[in-house]
C-alpha cells in the first residue's frame, strides 16, 4: 500500500493566500483494480487560475487543484506501461490512482534535449493558451501591433515570442528590470516596467504611437482601462486572466470600456483553453517545432520539494518567477 501525501485547502483564501490557508495530509492509496494504474508525481504546476477556480469550485477540506507531469509506477491498465509520463489533472498529490481516460500521454518521441515539465508550461497548458488565444480568438495578422501585458509569465512570454514568429510587432509589460531585460533578450520590440513608469497611458502611447491591433489581456484592472484607449479601429482583446483582481477582498470598479468599444468597433472574447481541447495535438506539435527550431525560447522558475507548493503558489501571484512557475517533487 502506497501513502501519498497531499496539500488540502484548509480554508478559503481571504485576499492574498497564506502558508496557513493549506494544510499536508497523507493518504493511504488503495490496491490497484483492473484498468487502474498508480502515478507518481515529478512536476506539478502553480498557475494564476487556481486562485479563482478555488473560490467557485472548491469546499474547504478539498485537495488544491491542479495538473502534474507524473511516471507510471504500477499499471492494470493496458494503454499504459510502467515508466511513461502522462500529464495528468490529479491535484497537489504525490501519487493517486487513475483509470486513464483523463491522462495525455507524453510522446514516447519527447526530445531528451527538453525537460519534462515542459508539458506543463511552453508545450502545455499556458503555451496553448497563447496559441489558441493569439490565433484564434486575437486572429492576428501579420505586420500588426500586439500588446500583452504579465509578459514575463508563462503565457505571456509565450503570446510575444508568436506574435513576433507571425511577423508583429509586439510590446510587453512586466513588473520588474530584469523581466524587461528578459522580454528584450527573447525578441519584443519595446518593453516596459508598468511598476516604475510614471503614467501607463504614456508609457503605451510611447511604446506605439499609433496604438495597438490585438491585445492579449491577462491582467485586466487598471491596466486593461487604460489600454483599451490605445486600440486601433477594430482591434481585438482576448481577455485571456484577470490576475490584477484575483486577490481583490472589495471588488474594483471602472472606468467603464463601453464608449472606446463602441467608437473604435473593438472586438472581445474572453476565453477558456480547454475549449480547444480538440486541437491540442495540432498546437503541441506547432509548438514543439519552433522550441526545437529555437524560435520559441522558455525559461522556467523551479521550486524543489513537494512542502514548499504554498510558497511556490503565493511566489507566483506575487510575480516572483520568471517563465513558468513548477516545482519539482
Known amino acids: 500500500m502506497v501513502t501519498a501525501k497531499v496539500w488540502v485547502l484548509k480554508k478559503h483564501f481571504e485576499g492574498f493566500p497564506k502558508t496557513s490557508d493549506f494544510e499536508m495530509k497523507q493518504v493511504a492509496l488503495a490496491n490497484l483494480k483492473d484498468g487502474e494504474l498508480l502515478l507518481e508525481s515529478v512536476f506539478l504546476s502553480v498557475d494564476p487560475y487556481m486562485r479563482p477556480y478555488s473560490k467557485r469550485d472548491m469546499k474547504e477540506g478539498d485537495v488544491m487543484i491542479g495538473t502534474q507531469v507524473a511516471r507510471v509506477v504500477e499499471s492494470k491498465n493496458p494503454a499504459f506501461a510502467v515508466g511513461a509520463f502522462v500529464v495528468a489533472d ?36 499556458p503555451g496553448l493558451t497563447a496559441y489558441f488565444g493569439l ?21 505571456g512570454s509565450v503570446v510575444g515570442q ?14 520588474s528590470d530584469s523581466k524587461v531585460a528578459y522580454l528584450k533578450k527573447i525578441g519584443f520590440d519595446e518593453a516596459f516596467n508598468y511598476r516604475t ?26 491596466f486593461a482601462s487604460i489600454a483599451i484607449n490605445h486600440m486601433k479601429k477594430y482591434g481585438r482583446i482576448a481577455v485571456c486572466g484577470a490576475i490584477s483582481q484575483y486577490n481583490d477582498t472589495v471588488p474594483q470598479k471602472g472606468p467603464y470600456i463601453q464608449i472606446p468599444m463602441i467608437f473604435k468597433e473593438l472586438s472581445m472574447k474572453g476565453f477558456i483553453v480547454t475549449s480547444w481541447n480538440n486541437g491540442r495535438e495540432e498546437g503541441v506539435k506547432a509548438l514543439l517545432k519552433w522550441v526545437l527550431e529555437g524560435k520559441l525560447k522558455y525559461h522556467e522558475q523551479v521550486t524543489e520539494g513537494f512542502e514548499n507548493m504554498p510558497a511556490a503558489f503565493i511566489g507566483m501571484l506575487k510575480g516572483e518567477n520568471l517563465g513558468k512557475a513548477i516545482v519539482k517533487v
Not at 135 to 149: Q, W
Not at 162 to 175: E, F, P, R, S, T
Not at 197 to 222: I, M, W
Open 135 to 155: 490565433f484564434d480568438v486575437c486572429k492576428m495578422k501579420p505586420g500588426e501591433t500586439v500588446l500583452v501585458n504579465a509578459a514575463a509569465g508563462a503565457v
Open 90 to 125: 490529479g491535484g497537489w498529490r504525490t501519487h493517486f490512482i487513475s483509470d486513464g481516460k483523463d491522462l495525455n500521454p507524453l510522446p514516447p518521441s519527447w526530445p531528451e534535449s527538453l525537460p519534462r515539465s515542459l508539458a506543463l508550461g511552453t508545450l502545455g497548458m
Open 197 to 222: 513608469v510614471t503614467s501607463l497611458d504614456e508609457a503605451l502611447r510611447k511604446a506605439s504611437p499609433h496604438g495597438y491591433d490585438c491585445f492579449f489581456d491577462n491582467v485586466g484592472g487598471e
Open 162 to 175: 508568436l506574435a513576433k514568429i507571425g511577423g508583429c510587432k509586439v510590446v510587453g509589460c512586466a513588473g
